[in-house]
């Protein structure tokens, strides 16, 4: 008999038939006659209870139908007076892997996601951690649906790259040089010649400068891909390595830009409230109940009515010198309560800040521009004024930067005075530079982190959270 799913089974009228259904046991809850098992197979965050009389079934195998334990069961589809519409009265119950009750770590209590975290390859059997994977792949699918429909090009950028010029964090170094005892230079440092890559190589740390190419060929690209920074950030908001989004437009400026970040994040998140409502339920119940001891004003606000409040309200698009002039001027400040105290032009906004203006402030996302050439790529298209870019940071409640982007200097001798001024390699760079030298045209992009967006939707609280197997700081297991 063909197995069928429990997503389809929850929503299936056809009571009095015959149905197989394979899974793996939530909970099992005995009494006199009868034995309710919850049975789980991922496909939806609900249960099937499966109703097993005892007088039916021979006592080892009840024995073993044990929280974890994966079970196959043939039953009758039944009309149920519980929670669920439907159950399942039990004819034959096979056990197709049993579970150590004494060994296995996922009992059916409340786990803390310190602990969670610890056993990565089993969380993804609890309720929390299957409706974070489920919604993350809902987001993956609609980022590629929502390019796809604007006529966007999907570009795959390589993951090893010689040049260490984008700048936006430590690299990882990719050799397979013996480390223990490396070919040396006659001034004793590494002959990285005799490399693989006959170079010194790393992992990416974004895609755009290849990006930044297929757009000059393609009008519209976009990137979806692992990035790589070895930034000694232990924060709930960095990891080692992350996947982003950077998509990447010719003849696009900045606020062609802003616009298309604004309407691709609004897309986004519409799309999780249109297709994960089930899940999006059960971790808003999730973080009600963590929150519930709180006092009210530190509770955040519900989940769903959070993500309608993104959706549909538009966000609020502020220069850079205006942002510090809000902070500068808040009762936070002088008051001393930022731990970065904000100090006029020039001040490198710290995720206090960004959120403070997000959430104290406005209380709407916010799209920050015309940042100080100083503390921003080289890349960025100067402005008039000849001390901002035309740079954009995307901040969102409880995230802080969700995106960062910008219009890029299409002119070439800019560039290259920039590029000279901030050290970065001119003559290694030249493959990018020709991008300037040969019909060179205005463009724009930005990077979304997924983790973030994924952090934003599910309101968990940790990015490490979001990823299947986080990489951290000293942390890289499984
Ligand atoms: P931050 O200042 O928050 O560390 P950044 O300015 O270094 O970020 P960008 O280089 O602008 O980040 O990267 C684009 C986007 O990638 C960011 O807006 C953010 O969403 C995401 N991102 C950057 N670094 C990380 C990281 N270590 N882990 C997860 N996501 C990240
Ligand atoms: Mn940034």
Redesign the pocket.
């Known amino acids: 008999m063909k197995r069928q799913e429990i997503k389809e089974i929850l929503s299936s009228e056809a009571f009095g038939s015959t149905i197989k259904v394979n899974g793996w046991v939530r909970t099992k809850r005995e009494s006199k006659n009868v034995n309710f098992i919850n049975l789980n197979d991922g496909t939806v965050i609900h249960n099937l209870q499966i109703v097993a009389d005892v007088n039916n079934f021979d006592e080892n195998i009840l024995k073993k139908i044990n929280t974890g334990a994966a079970i196959s069961v043939v039953g009758e589809l039944a009309e149920s007076g519980g929670q669920q519409r439907v159950e399942l009265i039990a004819k034959e119950i096979e056990v197709i892997g049993e579970a150590d009750p004494d060994k296995y770590p996922l009992q059916p209590k409340r786990h803390t996601l310190e602990f969670l975290r610890e056993i990565a390859h089993l969380r993804m059997r609890t309720n929390t951690f299957s409706a974070i994977f489920r919604i993350r792949h809902a987001m993956i699918y609609a980022v590629h649906t929502f390019f796809n429909n604007k006529g966007f090009f999907n570009m795959h950028t390589p993951i090893i790259t010689a040049s260490d010029a984008?700048g936006?964090?430590e690299m990882f170094q990719v050799t397979t040089l013996d480390m223990s005892n490396p070919p040396r230079n006659e001034d004793g440092s590494i002959d990285y010649s005799q490399d693989f890559f006959g170079k010194k190589t790393n992992l990416t740390?974004?895609g755009q400068l290849e990006g930044e190419l297929a757009a000059m060929a393609l009008s519209k690209i976009y990137t979806f891909g692992p990035?790589f920074?070895a930034?000694n950030?232990n924060t709930s908001?960095?990891?080692?390595e992350?996947w982003?989004i950077?998509p990447e437009m010719a003849f696009y400026d900045i606020n062609d830009n802003m616009d298309l970040a604004e309407e691709f994040l609004k897309y986004l998140i519409q799309y999780a409230l249109d297709n994960c409502m089930d899940d999006l339920e059960f971790l808003s119940q999730r973080l009600q109940q963590e929150e519930k001891d709180k006092p009210a004003d530190q509770r955040s606000m519900e989940l769903i009515e959070k993500l309608r409040f993104v959706a549909n309200n538009d966000f609020i698009r502020l220069t850079y010198t205006e942002a510090i002039e809000i902070l500068e001027n808040s009762k936070h400040n002088q008051k001393g309560k930022f731990q970065y105290p904000v100090k006029g032009f020039g001040t490198d906004l710290q995720?206090e800040h960004e959120r403070y203006l997000v959430e104290s402030h406005f209380k709407k996302p916010v799209i920050l521009t015309g940042y100080p050439a100083s503390i921003k790529?080289f890349y960025m298209k100067l402005n008039p004024d000849g001390r901002t870019v035309a740079a954009m940071?995307?901040l969102f409640p409880q995230?802080?930067?969700?995106?960062?982007?910008s219009q890029r200097e299409e002119n070439y001798e800019v560039l290259v005075e920039k590029m000279e001024k901030m050290g970065v390699p001119v003559e290694e760079m030249s493959w990018y530079l020709d991008t300037r030298r040969f019909g060179s045209v205005p463009h724009s992009g930005?990077?979304?982190?997924?983790?973030?967006?994924i952090t934003f939707v599910t309101g968990m609280g940790n990015?490490r959270d979001v990823i299947a197997f986080a990489r951290t700081p000293k942390n890289c297991e499984f």
């Open positions: 984008e936006a964090g740390v974004s990035t920074r930034e950030s908001r960095h990891l080692a992350f982003m950077e995720s790529a940071d995307v995230i802080g930067e969700i995106i960062g982007g930005f990077g979304l982190g997924f983790e973030r967006l990015i």
